[in-house]
């Protein structure tokens, strides 16, 4: 028998700290969508239009992108190490929601703050010359608030992304890493699931609306999510003090050491292609509701029925975590009865899930099986690119897959709007597999960073990624918002927007990461950079 000589060469040990991590990212990912199921209430009881959700959804990185916080967060990362910087972001996080939820709340309305945001910040020199000001005259004072709050909690949402990535190296290098980082993103995806059912829950709960208790519903995951911080960093801790190995880096970090990332041109290949696959797919989170409002003929059910009761939602949340348990659980099985009996099961539990998703005519619930398929597949795409390779080519049938989803929400799903069972299938068909083209990122993109850069600069190399991608996550919700008012003259009713313009410019995103992914395979070959080899050698 091995003799077990750290926490990380132990199994258990290694993947129960991945398990806090993912733990933490799932109730950031909560909070990061919030509001999007409810955009339609959003523009009902607070008066926001598109231009104003979609100016408050992108402000989330707006520190990230204009005052290159990312980049600091990188160098943080590396200075003072992952435990430290997970404690930090979790800490960032819970502060901006608590703004966020405070702007949301019926005390923020009539105060001397809301008389104040009212009056100010309509005009932010420089920024306002650029066209990149984050806040506009006319713009709702809660509105402005929350994209305040909203600001600060990207930054810790983002460090705490760049964070997660280099724990995951720490103590999965040499070992199931592209699993691992699969893995972690199938849970923290399925807290876009939760947001999608529980949001609208709590905003309707007890028959009147109120939006801030959605918001309130996240501050409390968020204070989950610094527990988990916390237990991590005694784990990190006792690992550091069984390996030897210091916190901080072992080498002075150097600026210079930035341009030596930047030089690289298959760095910016992989970062280009990161920052087009998640402005393609972030933005649309969070108009994908309203898009199905506007694309699917739904009829509410009768208010006495069990399909319109606040208890379906519960049932309909227990058969989704069924979805992804039996299904992730599946791909660790070495007996095949065992397998596929739970594969089955998962089948069926999606099948069961979907039925009540349409029974309950919700647009929420519906949308809400993005991730159910990426959860199942991730880790089968994590393993062949540990064992098999293959990472780049992944990224180009992702890209495929985006191109073709985006494409069908344009102009196939309008043409069953009349349609109460068609439309709802291709719906559901195509958001699944959205979320499942969205899986092959972590999969193989991730993972692929460590071959590209020194050990001692991973932070940076991932904070500076991350930064990159922030430009898309900060425009693209602002550019659909922009566009969905110019192409929708007069349309004072949420769920009568047409959406085919914006779908066709995410559309367009996934054209160019395809290309980007063909290029990236050829420089792989010529320069030897190993991201089709795989991890485990």
């Given at each position: 028998?091995?003799?077990?000589?750290?926490?990380?060469?132990?199994?258990?040990?290694?993947?129960?700290?991945?398990?806090?991590?993912?733990?933490?990212?799932?109730?950031?990912?909560?909070?990061?969508?919030?509001?999007?199921?409810?955009?339609?209430?959003?523009?009902?009881?607070?008066?926001?239009?598109?231009?104003?959700?979609?100016?408050?959804?992108?402000?989330?990185?707006?520190?990230?992108?204009?005052?290159?916080?990312?980049?600091?967060?990188?160098?943080?990362?590396?200075?003072?190490?992952?435990?430290?910087?997970?404690?930090?972001?979790?800490?960032?996080?819970?502060?901006?929601?608590?703004?966020?939820?405070?702007?949301?709340?019926?005390?923020?309305?009539?105060?001397?703050?809301?008389?104040?945001?009212?009056?100010?910040?309509?005009?932010?020199?420089?920024?306002?010359?650029?066209?990149?000001?984050?806040?506009?005259?006319?713009?709702?004072?809660?509105?402005?608030?929350?994209?305040?709050?909203?600001?600060?909690?990207?930054?810790?949402?983002?460090?705490?992304?760049?964070?997660?990535?280099?724990?995951?190296?720490?103590?999965?290098?040499?070992?199931?890493?592209?699993?691992?980082?699969?893995?972690?993103?199938?849970?923290?995806?399925?807290?876009?699931?939760?947001?999608?059912?529980?949001?609208?829950?709590?905003?309707?709960?007890?028959?009147?609306?109120?939006?801030?208790?959605?918001?309130?519903?996240?501050?409390?995951?968020?204070?989950?999510?610094?527990?988990?911080?916390?237990?991590?960093?005694?784990?990190?801790?006792?690992?550091?003090?069984?390996?030897?190995?210091?916190?901080?880096?072992?080498?002075?970090?150097k600026i210079s050491d930035l341009g030596t990332i930047l030089s690289d041109s298959g760095f910016w290949l992989v970062a280009l292609l990161c920052v087009l696959y998640y402005s393609a797919i972030f933005p649309f989170q969070k108009y994908a509701v309203n898009m199905l409002q506007c694309n699917l003929t739904l009829t509410e059910p009768a208010a006495d029925s069990f399909w319109a009761s606040s208890s379906v939602t519960i049932v309909q949340y227990v058969i989704m975590l069924i979805v992804a348990a039996t299904g992730f659980a599946s791909n660790f099985q070495k007996k095949k009865a065992m397998q596929y009996g739970l594969l089955t099961l998962s089948i069926l539990s999606l099948v069961a899930y979907c039925y009540m998703g349409f029974m309950r005519q919700s647009a929420e619930s519906i949308f809400a099986v993005f991730p159910l398929l990426a959860v199942l597949i991730t880790p089968i795409l994590g393993s062949y690119v540990d064992h098999k390779g293959k990472a780049a080519s992944m990224l180009v049938l992702g890209s495929l897959l985006l191109i073709g989803c985006h494409l069908t929400f344009a102009f196939v799903l309008p043409l069953f709007k009349g349609s109460a069972v068609g439309g709802i299938i291709i719906a559901y068909v195509t958001i699944l597999v959205l979320g499942a083209s969205f899986s092959l990122v972590p999969a193989s993109l991730w993972p692929s960073v460590p071959k590209l850069v020194d050990a001692k600069v991973i932070g940076s190399a991932y904070a500076l990624i991350f930064w990159i991608q922030n430009i898309g996550l900060w425009l693209f919700p602002l550019l659909i918002g922009k566009v969905l008012d110019k192409t929708n003259p007069g349309v004072t009713d949420p769920t009568q927007f047409n959406y085919t313009a914006p779908l066709v410019m995410l559309a367009s995103l996934g054209i160019v990461a395809l290309l980007l992914g063909l290029l990236l395979k050829v420089v792989d070959k010529k320069k030897g950079l190993g991201l089709e080899e795989p991890n485990i050698k």
């Open positions: 028998m091995t003799q077990i000589k750290t926490l990380r060469d132990s199994a258990a040990m290694r993947w129960t700290a991945l398990l806090l991590l993912a733990l933490a990212m799932f109730c950031s990912y909560i909070f990061m969508d919030i509001l999007s199921p409810i955009k339609d209430l959003m523009q009902e009881t607070r008066g926001w239009d598109s231009t104003a959700f979609g100016t408050m959804q992108g402000s989330e990185v707006f520190l990230n992108v204009f005052v290159f916080f990312l980049i600091f967060a990188g160098i943080i990362l590396d200075k003072m190490g992952v435990r430290f910087t997970a404690l930090l972001s979790a800490t960032v996080m819970l502060i901006g929601a608590l703004v966020k939820w405070y702007a949301i709340s019926d005390a923020f309305m009539g105060s001397s703050l809301d008389v104040w945001f009212t009056n100010h910040l309509n005009y932010i020199p420089l920024f306002d010359e650029l066209g990149v000001s984050p806040f506009y005259q006319g713009m709702p004072s809660s509105a402005k608030v929350a994209a305040a709050g909203f600001m600060v909690f990207g930054c810790g949402v983002e460090m705490a992304g760049i964070t997660v990535s280099r724990g995951i190296v720490k103590w999965f290098k040499g070992r199931e890493m592209a699993l691992a980082m699969g893995s972690e993103m199938a849970l923290a995806r399925l807290g876009v699931a939760t947001c999608m059912i529980f949001s609208p829950f709590f905003a309707k709960l007890g028959g009147q609306v109120d939006v801030s208790r959605s918001v309130a519903f996240g501050v409390v995951l968020l204070c989950i999510a610094l527990m988990m911080c916390i237990v991590y960093f005694f784990m990190d801790k006792k690992l550091d003090s069984q390996t030897g190995e210091a916190e901080e880096s072992d080498d002075e970090f």
